[in-house]
T-cell receptor
Framework: KAGVTQTPRYLIKTRGQQVTLSCSPI?????VSWYQQTPGQGLQFLFE???????NKGNFPGRFSGRQFSNSRSEMNVSTLELGDSALYLC???????????FGPGTRLTVT | GESVGLHLPTLSVQEGDNSIINCAYS??????FIWYKQESGKGPQFIID?????DKRQGQRVTVLLNKTVKHLSLQIAATQPGDSAVYFC????????????FGPGTSLSVIP
């Protein structure tokens, strides 16, 4: 079974731009979560989607948004990029009502 | 706010020795804990988990200990190998919520050949 895939793997954007990251979960997994990982803040939860609905949300500004499609694939969008948004963005999928998450390799976003 | 934290940010051990990575948590409502391993360029990988009604759980070369009295858990790696070099995160799940996960800051383990 294929693992969680994320595209693109690397991205360079300038301040003020917006970006969309994509995540394809493991087949059969309907829950998809997004995390931001930085050296200073560690792994921080962004949001979680299940069956196209956002179920949980972390403490991030409204510039960070996401969505999930009927095939469980998910996208996250960051608008009006700031230098502090430079991070590794990780996506994780799991079966509903379970704890074990499977992470993708992440998208490395650099904002200049 | 409540958080999960690690005592040591870095740990160096000799190949073949045992490693112990510690983690403190502050949310007494957490009932499920997980250890993840993250290698360079990869996402975190599940290692082992433990529920709050257990004190100890063993896997292949790894053992997790949970002390609820002092809100502490540890990951023990037996006979540490070079392939164990990675960053290790503890994470906690808030009771009754499968989807609220709080990660600790991570400990970098370096294995000296």
């Amino acid at each position: 079974k294929a693992g969680v895939t994320q595209t693109p793997r690397y991205l360079i954007k300038t301040r003020g731009q917006q970006v969309t990251l994509s995540c394809s979960p493991i087949s059969g997994h309907r829950s998809v979560s997004w995390y931001q990982q930085t050296p200073g803040q560690g792994l921080q939860f962004l949001f979680e989607y299940f069956s196209e609905t956002q179920r949980n949300k972390g403490n991030f500004p409204g510039r960070f948004s996401g969505r999930q499609f009927s095939n469980s694939r998910s996208e996250m969008n960051v608008s009006t990029l700031e230098l502090g948004d430079s991070a590794l963005y990780l996506c994780a999928s799991k079966l509903s009502a379970t704890y074990e998450q499977y992470f993708g390799p992440g998208t490395r976003l650099t904002v200049t | 706010g409540e958080s999960v934290g690690l005592h040591l940010p870095t740990l160096s051990v000799q190949e073949g020795d045992n490693s112990i990575i510690n983690c403190a948590y502050s949310n007494s409502a957490s009932d499920y804990f997980i250890w993840y391993k993250q290698e360079s360029g990869k996402g975190p990988q599940f290692i082992i988990d433990i529920r709050s009604n257990m004190d100890k759980r063993q896997g292949q070369r790894v053992t997790v200990l949970l002390n609820k009295t002092v809100k502490h858990l540890s990951l023990q790696i037996a006979a540490t190998q070079p392939g164990d070099s990675a960053v290790y995160f503890c994470a906690e799940n808030i009771a009754t919520s499968y989807d609220k996960v709080i990660f600790g800051p991570g400990t970098s383990l370096s294995v000296i050949p």
